[in-house]
T-cell receptor, first 110, second 114 residues
Framework: RKEVEQDPGPFNVPEGATVAFNCTYS??????FFWYRQDCRKEPKLLMS???SGNEDGRFTAQLNRASQYISLLIRDSKLSDSATYLC???????????FGKGTSLLVTP | GAGVSQSPSNKVTEKGKDVELRCDPI?????LYWYRQRLGQGLEFLIY????????KSGLPSDRFSAERTGGSVSTLTIQRTQQEDSAVYLC????????????FGPGTRLTVT
């Protein structure tokens, strides 16, 4: 079983829609969680950290459920520029090495 | 300021040849990581350097892979006797010690083994 699992999608949504991505992780001792964004043929970039209490950054909301080992990302009012692959990331390796999910592909259409 | 840089951006090599991939981390970042991303796959951790400590090589897939970091800065990933399954994008990332997940990635080196 992979340490971090995501629905690969693709998710095709119209502009303005709300879309949610889910992620599960297997290591119950994991302490840190993130969402990264990766544009086509580009390097990943940190989108936001995920805190136990849930956190929001503009149109983006991240939540963590430790009991279920589940992380989510909600994007409201989708923009065309949100089209990318969203990577669920868990720190479970040595010295902050990141465990990446395979990513969920989002395509926002006009 | 300057971000993480990697060279070459693309490398095509014949099966059996050795290749060297270079990473220049962000100045002042003490942690450096190498990852591999095969086509359509997620990122795989390869190796991690932190300051002057011995690197963690637990992610290296075989003894054909090795990496060095000189002077706590530039790092080189070497793949000996390349195989077709080594074809991937090799990504380097750096971070300030202790910041955990905020890693800054370079643009990657796309390696194609023919």
């Amino acid at each position: 079983r992979k340490e971090v699992e995501q629905d690969p999608g693709p998710f095709n949504v119209p502009e303005g829609a709300t879309v949610a991505f889910n992620c599960t992780y297997s290591n119950s001792a994991s302490q840190s969680f993130f969402w990264y964004r990766q544009d086509c043929r580009k390097e990943p970039k940190l989108l936001m950290s995920v805190y136990s209490s849930g956190n929001e950054d503009g149109r983006f909301t991240a939540q963590l459920n430790r009991a279920s080992q589940y992380i989510s990302l909600l994007i409201r009012d989708s923009k065309l520029s949100d089209s990318a692959t969203y990577l669920c990331v868990v720190i479970g390796g040595p010295g902050y090495a990141l465990n990446f999910g395979k990513g969920t592909s989002l395509l926002v259409t006009p | 300021g300057a971000g993480v840089s990697q060279s070459p951006s693309n490398k095509v090599t014949e099966k059996g040849k050795d290749v060297e991939l270079r990473c220049d981390p962000i100045s002042g970042h003490t942690a450096l990581y190498w990852y591999r991303q095969r086509l359509g796959q997620g990122l795989e951790f390869l190796i991690y350097f932190q300051g002057n400590s011995a690197p963690d090589k637990s992610g290296l897939p075989s003894d054909r892979f090795s990496a060095e970091r000189t002077g706590g800065s530039v790092s080189t990933l070497t793949i000996q006797r390349t195989q077709q399954e080594d074809s991937a994008v090799y990504l380097c990332a750096s971070s300030v010690e202790g910041t955990g997940g905020e890693q800054y990635f370079g643009p990657g080196t796309r390696l194609t083994v023919t």
